[in-house]
């Protein structure tokens, strides 16, 4: 009933920079924190950064300073841009929001997009 779509992964040289985009989509009623996370293989994911609805963010320690979160709220979407990439940043991307739909407005759920795929290489 509602779901999340990832844009804007792919292959780019170290210092080189992408956006990723997020769109949530359906029954939705309201969405809390939407949030990007990443997995490198081999590795847990983890946290990259998050966006409360008051636009309130924090990041991991190895982006600050590099990624910058922000949301539309209009348009149920958030972006992840990311610049001065470093092959350590090679990873899937998923995107994650909180959100309640029409049918259950006060019970919000966890929501995962499909992932996009993030490669930094020379």
């Known amino acids: 009933q509602v779901q999340l779509v990832e844009s804007g992964g792919g292959l780019v040289q170290p210092g080189g920079s992408l956006r990723l985009s997020c769109a949530a989509s359906?029954?939705?009623?309201?969405?809390?924190?939407m949030g990007w996370y990443r997995q490198a293989p081999g590795k847990q994911r983890e946290l990259v950064a998050a966006?409360?609805?008051?636009?309130?963010?924090n990041y991991a320690d190895s982006v600050k300073g590099r990624f910058t979160i922000s949301r539309d709220n209009a348009k149920n979407t958030v972006y992840l841009q990311m610049n001065s990439l470093k092959p350590e940043d090679t990873a899937v991307y998923y995107c994650?929001?909180?959100?309640?739909?029409?049918?259950?407005?006060?019970?919000?759920?966890?929501?995962w997009g499909q992932g996009t795929l993030v490669t930094v290489s020379s």
């Open positions: 966006i409360t609805s008051g636009s309130n963010t």
């Open positions: 359906g029954s939705i009623f309201s969405i809390n924190t």
């Open positions: 994650n929001a909180d959100m309640a739909t029409i049918y259950y407005r006060d019970r919000y759920l966890e929501v």
